[in-house]
């Protein structure tokens, strides 16, 4: 159980295009996904917090007009890259926590390779 | 400011050594969360430890929060190729306790 999937694994872009990354909860219902930025050999850096039915919560730092963030379903959290620069290639890694639970582990989808050219 | 430092930062060893990884914070935590994250893929959750003192062994893992609940270590016994990747310990914000920060994270490698 617990498994989180991300669609696509890797896309590479041309600078200026837009670019949507899924993240779906496939055994459980979700109401809080979370979206992390990862860069080689380091740690994760959380992004914004995306909350079902209501708008994400951006951490300091992070551009709201240029990571858009959509949590349209209990199973579904959208990340769109907009207007993508080669500063933004990067792994992007979406997290889930069950509603049913009170623990406050995540579990993490696969990760996004994002290229921009 | 929560913070959780990891200590090494990189380790790379012969397998069948033993090895053990620091998470350290001034902050006290509710509960840590160790995961290994392997090159490419998302972090997978090793354990979650809640209580001070708490130790819990996972085969050749065995983790340890402190006593004060402001750090934890994982030590690996006999590591084995398999065992290679970035470990992070994760620990719930303060006030926020649906996020969670993430430790500096231990990159390690294990040579056969």
């Known amino acids: 159980g617990a498994v989180v999937s991300q669609h696509p694994s890797r896309v590479i872009c041309k600078s200026g295009t837009s670019v949507k990354i899924e993240c779906r909860s496939l055994d459980f219902q979700a109401t809080t996904m979370f979206w992390y930025r990862q860069f080689p050999k380091q740690s994760l850096m959380l992004m914004a917090t995306s909350n079902e039915g209501s708008k994400a919560t951006y951490e300091q730092g992070v551009e709201k007009d240029k990571f858009l963030i959509n949590h349209a379903s209990l199973t579904l959290s959208t990340l769109t890259v907009t207007s993508a620069h080669p500063e933004d290639s990067s792994f992007y890694i979406c997290?889930?926590?069950?509603?049913?639970?009170?623990?406050?582990?995540?579990?993490f989808g696969p990760g996004t390779r994002l290229t921009v050219t | 400011t929560q913070l959780l430092e990891q200590s090494p930062q990189f380790l790379s060893i012969q397998e069948g050594e033993n090895l053990t990884v620091y998470c350290n914070s001034s902050s006290v935590f509710s509960s840590l969360q160790w995961y290994r994250q392997e090159p490419g893929e998302g972090p997978v959750l090793l354990v979650t430890v809640v209580t001070g003192g708490e130790v819990k062994k996972l085969k050749r893992l065995t983790f340890q929060f402190g006593d004060a609940r402001k750090d934890s270590s994982l030590h690996i016994t006999a590591a084995q190729p398999g065992d290679t990747g970035l470990y992070l310990c994760a620990g719930p914000w303060r006030g926020a306790t649906n996020k969670l920060i993430f430790g500096t994270g231990t990159l390690l490698a294990v040579q056969p």
């Open positions: 997290s889930a926590k069950d509603r049913g639970t009170v623990l406050v582990e995540q579990y």
